[in-house]
């Protein structure tokens, strides 16, 4: 099947689309992509924000108190004119619409993605599938990370075998462990841009630390990042699953940047982002022989420097390096997933989310 998958992440950097070609088991061929900048809707990213800030206090994933109603309408207008323009010049047979995350609460069985799929199917003419993540919280999983099986996907069509890691460093940093078996292992493992893009864009009004240069020019406090890297989280076993804003009130509490430069305190949350990553390490079977990076931070020179330092020996490279679109591996990976639900296939398992046993998802607009 042609199908297209539509992302946009916590970073809030614009929205993914993307198609491929697959069954839901392989992928056949890789397609266009596209993006579409929210640098162009700075009004609307806003309003997303406030909407997050809004969502904090939900106990109802139906519910749109304050901004969210109108970030919802913003949302589904945004993502629908970016679909309808991408569809002018290929063919698909379903969309995966994975919706703008405003909030994810695992411990409380909530996640809410705003974004209304049957405004996008009637405007498609095709089938749109989307809340991709609520069969497998009510079913006990985490409800995250769901691209783990494309990323297996993926690395055997390249005809890499584990034990290795796939790493998406998004908003938050999340990893896909793939054994010798090719059995899986996947969680959120701590904070990638969020923390830093909003740093920067606070200190010097732009989006994010382009090339690392702040970092790179910073000095890092190890008192500091100790302190950061003693959170219980990073202790806990695989499956488990982060907010967007999960360790802002913790790096608020400890790190105390407002006493720092601005390249020292891009340096150490570059620094901390690195070393959570390797705290996963203990918590794997194996340690992954290479790495895979993916996402906005695989950009970053910097913190893929301090990667290659706390994972050493193995070998980081970049999605690009391997012949993959970095920037739309995710938006793929919801065209994957919108087949595989067609099809009644699992999308999570109890490796990557903590749910009791594999289980499908997905629900369907239909036109």
């Known amino acids: 099947m042609r199908a297209v998958g539509m992302m946009s992440g916590t970073s809030l950097d614009g929205i993914d689309i993307a198609l491929i070609e697959t069954d839901g088991e392989d992928i056949q061929s890789f397609g266009a992509v596209a993006s579409v900048s929210y640098d162009d809707f700075l009004q609307e990213r806003a309003l997303i924000f406030g909407a997050m800030e809004d969502a904090a206090s939900l106990t109802d994933r139906s519910a749109r108190p304050g901004r969210l109603r109108a970030a919802e309408e913003a949302v589904t207008r945004l993502n629908r004119d970016a679909l309808v323009t991408f569809l002018k010049d290929v063919k698909a047979d379903v969309v995966g619409f994975h919706g703008q995350t405003v909030v994810h609460r695992p411990e409380l069985g909530l996640t809410v993605q705003l974004g209304n799929a049957a405004v996008l199917a009637k405007a498609a003419g095709v089938p749109v599938v989307h809340d991709f993540r609520a069969a497998d919280m009510n079913k006990g999983g985490q409800g995250a990370p769901l691209v783990p099986v494309y990323h297996r996907a993926l690395t055997r069509r390249l005809g890499r075998h584990g034990p290795l890691a796939v790493l ?200």
Request: charged share 20%; with cysteine; hydrophobic share 45%.
């Open 168 to 367: 998406n460093l998004g908003g938050v940093a999340n990893i896909t462990y793939i054994g010798a078996d090719e059995s899986l292992i996947a969680c959120d493992v701590g904070p990638a841009n969020a923390l830093l893009d909003d740093l920067v864009l606070a200190r010097t009004g732009r989006p994010f630390d382009e090339e690392g240069r702040l970092a790179a020019a910073g000095l890092v406090d190890e008192a500091i990042l100790a302190r950061l890297l003693s959170h219980s989280y990073f202790d806990a076993a695989p499956p488990k699953s982060l907010d967007r804003n999960a360790f802002r009130r913790w790096v608020s509490e400890q790190a105390g940047l407002d006493a720092l430069t601005t390249e020292n305190a891009a340096a150490l949350l570059t620094a901390f982002t690195a070393a959570a990553i390797a705290r996963i390490l203990p918590l794997l079977p194996q340690r992954p022989q290479s790495w895979i990076v993916a996402g906005g931070g695989a950009r970053n020179p910097e913190m893929i420097r301090q990667l290659r330092r706390h994972v050493a020996p193995a070998h980081v490279e970049t999605a690009d390096d391997v012949g993959w679109s970095g920037d739309h591996v995710e938006a793929q990976a919801f065209a994957y997933l919108a087949v595989r639900s067609l099809k009644g296939l699992p999308l999570s398992f109890p490796g990557t989310t903590g749910v009791s046993a594999p289980v499908s998802g997905g629900v369907v607009a239909h036109p």
